[in-house]
């Protein structure tokens, strides 16, 4: 009786002392599993970071050709205008002398701008509601300036970002998850308040962190 009454305690001692690693074991685990999955998100918004950077690569790239292109066409008709005007000169033909007027005067349309590329962040936010717009690109399709293109995404409730300045946005996010006070997705209105004090938004072009594009 005595000897069984004994046994029965040592298996209660040796249950609870079970009871306890388990719980410890536990914790250990939805410890790594946090840990882990902090380490996820980490690397979404690193390989967000590396997916936008080849977007602006691209969009970069279809900025260089359109200056390109642009530069070759005025130069033609900067010697187009010049041989014309000088040909109606030496003619009566008021045909010639109407071309010769309209390729010599001076264009009343605005030049077409080159290189503004921003980040676009919407409503949803990070990791899911973001994208490379070519601003520049939007102007010259439109004949409008830059700035009323800037007004139009941010008023599409779009928070927007030179490149840099998104990169520096994506570190400060990450050590935030490293140190298990952020967790994604994060809204858009959520950013608004994680924004470091050194990163600048993109009010308009003259407001661009320095970029790659247009570093002196």
């Known amino acids: 009786m005595t000897t069984g009454y004994?046994?029965?305690?040592?298996?209660?001692?040796?249950?609870?002392?079970?009871?306890?690693?388990a719980e410890v074991l536990a914790a250990l685990l939805d410890?790594?599993?946090?840990?882990?999955?902090?380490?996820?998100?980490?690397?979404?918004?690193?390989?967000?970071?590396?997916?936008?950077?080849?977007?602006?690569?691209?969009?970069?790239?279809?900025?260089?050709q359109a200056r390109s292109g642009e530069t070759a066409v005025t130069a033609f008709d900067n010697v187009a205008g010049l041989a014309i005007g000088l040909f109606a000169k030496a003619s009566d033909s008021n045909r010639l002398q109407a071309i010769s007027d309209h390729?010599?005067?001076?264009?009343?349309?605005?030049?077409?701008?080159?290189?503004?590329?921003?980040?676009?962040?919407?409503?949803?936010g990070l990791p899911d509601d973001v994208r490379v717009v070519s601003v520049s690109y939007r102007a010259r399709e439109s004949k409008r300036p830059e700035s009323e293109i800037i007004?139009?995404?941010?008023?599409?409730?779009?928070?927007?970002?030179?490149?840099?300045?998104?990169?520096?946005?994506?570190?400060?996010?990450?050590?935030e998850i490293?140190?298990?006070?952020?967790?994604?997705?994060?809204?858009?209105d959520g950013l608004a308040l994680l924004i470091p004090p050194q990163v600048r938004l993109v009010r308009g072009p003259s407001t661009q962190l320095p970029g790659p594009e247009n570093k002196s």
């Open 6 to 21: 004994s046994d029965l305690e040592v298996l209660k001692v040796r249950a609870c002392a079970l009871a306890e690693a």
């Open 31 to 64: 410890e790594e599993a946090a840990r882990l999955n902090r380490m996820d998100q980490i690397g979404r918004l690193s390989q967000l970071r590396s997916d936008i950077a080849k977007d602006f690569e691209t969009a970069r790239h279809g900025e260089n």
């Open 103 to 124: 390729l010599l005067a001076a264009p009343s349309h605005r030049k077409p701008t080159f290189g503004t590329v921003v980040v676009a962040i919407g409503p949803k």
């Open 151 to 175: 007004k139009e995404l941010r008023s599409g409730c779009k928070l927007l970002f030179s490149e840099e300045a998104f990169s520096l946005l994506i570190d400060n996010l990450s050590d």
């Open 178 to 188: 490293q140190k298990g006070q952020l967790s994604l997705p994060v809204s858009k």
